[in-house]
């Protein structure tokens, strides 16, 4: 079983409709989880973070942890052809706040 | 944007040579890690360090060394470069202190032939 896994997609939706994404992972003991954006041939960019359950909201986007489940989960409201990328969902583990990575999930907004 | 920089941004190497990767940050960040990016297999950790030479591995540290002599600076070498090195090399930099986000530099593309 790998650590952290996402759906692998491809998702794909219509403009303005609303993307789930979703990731769950392994061990128990993660305190820390986060949201990366990828755009082709560029570095991730942060987009969200959430550390405790139930849900935190930024702009358009919304973050959702269950840590009873183990599982995080990204809804990106009124979605925009420039929010297709890959979507990266990473646990912070470990001393020294190592990231583990899902494998990512590639999502494509529709005009 | 976070201050790393990563050099080269590109590079050809022969098999069997020696590559070096340079992490610059300007964040004074204590925490610094090399991750490299494979098709189907997202991002995985090589090596990390957590103070001027205070290294540790990761997921994938075969054929890969690394050295930190100072804070800004966290260098990442192939001793003997291979095939199965090529791939995209991402450093990222992290504050002390808990529940503190990682971000990234620009991401060097290695080719061994």
């Known amino acids: 079983q790998k650590e952290v896994e996402q759906n692998s997609g491809p998702l794909s939706v219509p403009e303005g409709a609303i993307a789930s994404l979703n990731c769950t992972y392994s061990?128990?003991?993660?305190?820390?989880f986060f949201w990366y954006r990828q755009y082709s041939g560029k570095s991730p960019e942060l987009i969200m973070s959430i550390y405790s359950n139930g849900d935190k909201e930024d702009g358009r986007f919304t973050a959702q942890l269950n840590k009873a489940s183990q599982y995080v989960s990204l809804l990106i409201r009124d979605s925009q052809p420039s929010d297709s990328a890959t979507y990266l969902c990473?646990?912070?583990?470990?001393?020294?706040?190592?990231?583990?990575f899902g494998s990512g999930t590639q999502l494509t907004v529709l005009p | 944007d976070a201050g790393i920089t990563q050099s080269p941004r590109h590079k050809v190497t022969e098999t069997g040579t020696p590559v070096t990767l340079r992490c610059h940050q300007t964040?004074?960040?204590?925490?610094m890690y090399w991750y490299r990016q494979d098709p189907g297999h997202g991002l995985r950790l090589i090596h990390y360090s957590y103070g001027v030479k205070d290294t540790d591995k990761g997921e994938v540290s075969d054929g890969y060394s690394v050295s930190r002599s100072k804070t800004e600076d966290f260098l990442l070498t192939l001793e003997s470069a291979t095939s199965s090195q090529t791939s995209v090399y991402f450093c990222?930099?992290?504050?002390?202190?808990?529940?503190?986000?990682?971000?990234f530099g620009q991401g060097t593309r290695l080719t061994v032939v």
């Open positions: 964040e004074n960040h204590r925490y």
């Open positions: 990222a930099i992290s504050q002390q202190g808990a529940d503190t986000e990682a971000f």
């Open positions: 990473a646990v912070n583990k470990g001393s020294a706040r190592q990231l583990t």
């Open positions: 061990d128990r003991g993660s305190q820390s």
